[in-house]
């Protein structure tokens, strides 16, 4: 006849490695599962195993990425080189920006001619080229800027 009255019985469980076994080998290794022996990858900040799931939150790895770096806050600025059919403005640099507008990112334009901050105007009713944006400040300096044939962003 049982007993329901006996106190539950503790198992202990001692593991002992093998010497120069897989697992020890493992145990020792920074990037190794201290529960299985397998490899550790980082997630988020932290060695994380793909077999067991086993977290080591004893090493943390410092990453190299600032947080809150995107595109609008890495400030970035452009020098555009004159790509269009006047070759005495071939030696002029226009700066532009990266700025949020709204829900999109635009250009901040610096005119060219003058240093002026300039404003997207419309198209005039012509027929754009491929992703053209029209500028204009407010000395009546135009500025188109496109993708040149490079690749990069040029103004004309």
Known sequence: MVS???????????????PGSRSEVAAGSKLSCLRCGARLLVNYGEPQCLKCG???YSRTVESGA??????????TRYVLRYCG???ALNETLAQVRLVRIRNRVGFDVTCPFCNQKM??????????????????????????????????????
């Open 4 to 18: 329901l009255s006996a106190k539950p019985v503790e198992i202990s469980r001692t593991v002992t490695a093998i």
């Open 54 to 56: 086993f977290v080591d």
């Open 66 to 75: 600032e947080k809150g770096k995107n595109l609008i806050s890495a400030a």
């Open 85 to 87: 059919d006047f070759p």
């Open 119 to 156: 404003e997207e105007s419309s198209l005039s009713g012509k027929r754009p080229e491929v992703r053209e944006q029209r500028y204009k400040c407010k000395d009546g300096h135009r500025v188109s800027i496109l993708p040149a044939r490079n690749g990069m962003l040029a103004w004309r």
